[in-house]
């Protein structure tokens, strides 16, 4: 395990050093296509040229997002305690990665809309590189962190049970956060910002949500798989399953609570289309939010 870490541990950060230059790269490329469409250059003509080279830095960025996943998941099985950053890091990793393919369609989505004036889709896309950037630099400050540990071996070996259901907790605060934010956004963006077609915001709230979801299920799905060969009565110590007990009766109190609420909100604004489709996905999150932290909060009370 020691020597396989290592070696992950270097081909990652070899990666994500060229990825960063990529970046650097791309950025630049989409800055010029900003500036070209502006002034209503060729775009076509400069897009030809670069698309090549740019499809090949994506390439190079997909082999790093898996590569740290994987060292992410080793880490997630060689240290012993729990850790908030690589929890972090393995919700962005995924997040980060699917955010590539988003890349690609709203690169595709400018260059058909370009000829109707300045996309709005640049914006998405800065955004997006943004996130990608502040993976990259957190990954290098994550080897950085445990380089000596993982020389040296030994003292936080494997425990792996505990720290990885800690670890779920943290990857569900951190999807559920970000599933109200986004829903959120997109509910704002649809009563004050842009007049979008309820469609348009709709499958918006689809794909986001799956996004921010995604990561959650992946760690569970893989706590599950180290748990298959043991018996279902040994999945949890009796510390886990008091503080999962507890946590579940205060998700179902609140729940009652807050189905309550949008119960009442359904009846007073009875036009409001959007929250007969919304009020799942903030219930969803919601749930899944406070599941994970007051599990989290009763764990590390004692």
Known sequence: MKKL???SNNTTLVLCLISIAGLIF??????????????????????NQFSIPVAAVYI?????HLSAILTIILQLNFFK???????FLFFTSITSLLMLFGDFALTS???KEYIFG????????????????IFYILMIFLFASTRKSVIKGGKE???KDDSIFINAQYIGILSGVSGLVLVTIFSLLYLKVYTLPLWAVKAGIIVTSLIALIPYILIVFYWLIIKLKERIREWYDEKQYQDLTKSSLVALLISIIFLFIVFIMQYIFGNFE??????????????????????????KRD
């Open 81 to 87: 305690r729990d850790n908030f950053l690589r929890a």
């Open 109 to 111: 989505d400018i260059s």
């Open 157 to 159: 070996i494997v425990l």
């Open 26 to 47: 791309t950025n630049t490329f989409f800055l010029i296509l900003r500036n070209i469409i502006i002034n209503i250059g060729d775009v076509e003509g400069f897009m």
């Open 60 to 64: 190079i960025f997909g082999f790093f």
């Open 5 to 7: 870490l290592k070696f």
């Open 274 to 299: 959007l929250l007969n489709f919304i009020w799942f996905p903030l219930f969803f999150f919601f749930i899944l939010l406070l599941f994970s932290a007051t599990t989290l909060f009763f764990n």
């Open 118 to 133: 300045l996309p709005d889709e640049f914006n998405i896309l800065f955004f997006s590189q943004t996130l990608h950037f």
